[in-house]
């Protein structure tokens, strides 16, 4: 293990308050003038001089010194300052895996509440937030698919994208299955065999091409795919609602009947077994998505990254604890002094 001295500040913008400091000194001065010039318009000024001996200026100044330099450092200490001097390799093992979801306009279906949609983002979230050193990414799909988050470790943006996802997002109908796998074969680095994971979730309505040969060329690079549908078999209505969020009607097709949407377990099914994955039905609960992450956890792992990060330790307690031992001796300093010679007055003989 390699170290060397590093030094920053985790919050530097807070450093811009400094500029606070000359205005508060400022302020002091003005202070101090304004009682001066009070004491002028009073009486005397050298005879209220004599009549203060007992206030002490040189103190009064040193107190306001002592403000200004605690504030000094309670800036520095809010912008954590933090030192540094180890360096660490830090190595993650996991699985690559790439999670298609459809957003084509039947996933707006409302036999799961409160639709499909939002039922599969909130599975995905709470799926996301058990992987530890997985890679993930994101593909949307409808009538055309596309990446809409590339593989990565940083969970908190996958998540970020995942909440863009609509079915306003594709404009082409149609739920092209086809073109997400390929997609996400084409998304996975070329030269594994393995730890490439696709988990498509969908109602299975692909009326365009073969999905399940297109799963099954994906197999032989390595790709294996777990379905989970999304949706009842009876089929139901597709809500359609205006840019308000209210619903005006229901999809009809060109002769003003109502269109029902089903969900084809067949297709998953196929896709799944073929993939050397498996397929769930998405319930009102949330333990599919948590079933292929045991899956997923019990698979050979890979080493994912590889990097050094440099340790760096907050130490903005000393600077805490100097601003608050100058509040403390500002608090105990008093503007008093003590005279060696009390004066009794101009008549004194």
Known sequence: MKGFFLFRFAFEAYLWIL????????????????????????????????LS??????????????????????????????????????????????????????????????????????????????FQGDRVGLIAFAGKAFLQCPLTLDYGACKMFLDF?????????????????EKAVAAFV????????????????????????????????GVVIYTVGV??????PIPLYDARGVQTGFKKDRRGNVVMTRLDESVLQKIALE?????????????????????ISQMDKKTLASQQLAQFEDRFQYLLGIALVLLIIENLLTERRRLKKEWKG???S
């Open 190 to 221: 070329e030269k594994d065999r393995k730890h490439k994971i696709l988990i498509l979730i969908s109602d299975g309505e692909d009326h365009e091409r073969d999905p399940v040969a297109v799963a099954r060329e994906a197999a032989r690079q």
């Open 53 to 130: 001996l007992s206030v002490s200026r040189r103190r009064q100044i040193w107190k306001a010194v002592l403000i200004l330099l605690a504030f000094f450092f309670l800036i520095l200490a809010l912008a954590r300052p933090q030192f540094g001097t180890k360096l660490r390799t830090l190595t993650r093992e996991g699985q690559d895996i790439l999670i298609a979801l459809d957003v084509s306009l039947s996933m707006q279906a409302e036999d799961i509440r409160p639709n499909r949609l939002e039922k599969a983002k909130h599975e995905i979230v709470s799926l996301i937030d058990r």
């Open 19 to 50: 500029v606070l400091i000359p205005l508060l000194a400022g302020f002091f001065v003005w202070a101090f003038q304004m009682k001066k010039r009070a004491m002028a318009r009073f009486g005397n000024l050298g005879l209220l001089e004599r």
């Open 275 to 295: 993939s050397g994955g498996k397929y769930y039905h998405a319930s009102p609960g949330q333990a599919e998505l948590g079933r292929i992450y045991e899956d």
């Open 165 to 181: 996802m609509d079915t306003d997002l594709i404009p082409v109908p149609g739920t092209a299955i086809s073109e997400a796998i």
């Open 346 to 348: 101009r008549f004194e």
């Open 231 to 236: 949706g009842s078999v009876q089929g139901v």
